[in-house]
């Protein structure tokens, strides 16, 4: 069974930066295709950016296109979000998942295993 284990989450200030790290143990981690989501307080659970197996293709969803960057280190299992100029409607609950052998998706449903999360919070 693989384990996703999420980090970096932390209160930050509006216009602030954090990267928040994903690592994925005991798998071959290039045949994952792997993707952030987010849920809010009293929302869905939303699709972030993803990346495919090679990590030469992403895809991001408009509300953070072109502040955060999805990247992926096959050499040290690990999937990265990089979010700048934060603000507080990005606060949520920040999760990693992978399909394996799959393409990346902005649906939930593909993805095989997700993280526990991490709680990101911006401060206006």
């Known amino acids: 069974q693989p384990q996703l284990e999420e980090s970096g989450g932390r209160l930050v200030q509006a216009g602030g930066s954090l990267k928040l790290s994903c690592v994925l143990s005991?798998?071959?981690?290039?045949?994952?295709?792997l993707a952030w989501f987010r849920r809010a307080q009293g929302k869905e659970r939303e699709f972030i950016a993803a990346v495919n197996r090679n990590g030469d293709s992403t895809h991001y969803a408009d509300s953070v296109k072109g502040r955060f960057t999805i990247s992926r280190d096959n050499a040290v299992s690990t999937v990265y979000l990089q979010m700048n100029n934060l603000q507080p409607e990005d606060t949520a609950v920040y999760y990693c998942?992978?399909?394996?052998?799959?393409?990346?998706?902005?649906?939930?449903?593909?993805?095989?295993?997700w993280g526990q999360g991490t709680q990101v919070t911006v401060s206006s």
């Open positions: 005991k798998q071959i981690f290039s045949s994952y295709a």
């Open positions: 998942a992978a399909r394996v052998w799959g393409t990346p998706t902005t649906q939930i449903a593909p993805y095989d295993y």
